[in-house]
């Protein structure tokens, strides 16, 4: 079992930048695939972002270019750098984590979520 906390959420302007951690609990952050999602107010929770274990990354076509995924073994933390931020990108942020080798982009896919984290870009 892994339990993970988000944190760097806030209110940022429009081309503005924020980075997100997520930080996990236990000795074993090392073999999960970990990703971010997100859900804006009343629309359905979508991908973001995903890293494997080896630090092969994939993007959500609307972010390419702007977000960085990464991981920190050492420290059992996972982050998003988001740059150019976009009202559009407002919404809560969840990260996730997957007990496989392979990376996903499905909700169902990840075991373990998150609280959550709100971002908010204003225009």
């Known amino acids: 079992q892994v339990q993970l906390v988000e944190s760097g959420g806030g209110l940022v302007q429009a081309g503005g930048s924020l980075r997100l951690s997520c930080v996990a609990s236990?000795?074993?952050?090392?073999?999960?695939?970990m990703g971010w999602f997100r859900q804006a107010p009343g629309k359905e929770r979508t991908f973001v972002a995903a890293?494997?274990?080896?630090?092969?990354?994939i993007y959500a076509d609307f972010v390419k270019g702007r977000f960085t995924i990464s991981r920190d073994n050492a420290k059992n933390t996972l982050y998003l750098q988001m740059n150019s931020l976009k009202p559009e990108d407002t919404a809560v942020y969840y990260c996730?984590?997957?007990?496989?080798?392979?990376?996903?982009?499905?909700?169902?896919?990840?075991?373990?979520w998150g609280q959550g984290t709100q971002v908010t870009v204003s225009s």
């Open positions: 996730a984590a997957r007990a496989s080798r392979s990376t996903a982009v499905t909700i169902s896919d990840y075991e373990h």
């Open positions: 236990g000795r074993t952050f090392g073999t999960y695939v």
């Open positions: 890293i494997n274990l080896i630090g092969s990354t």
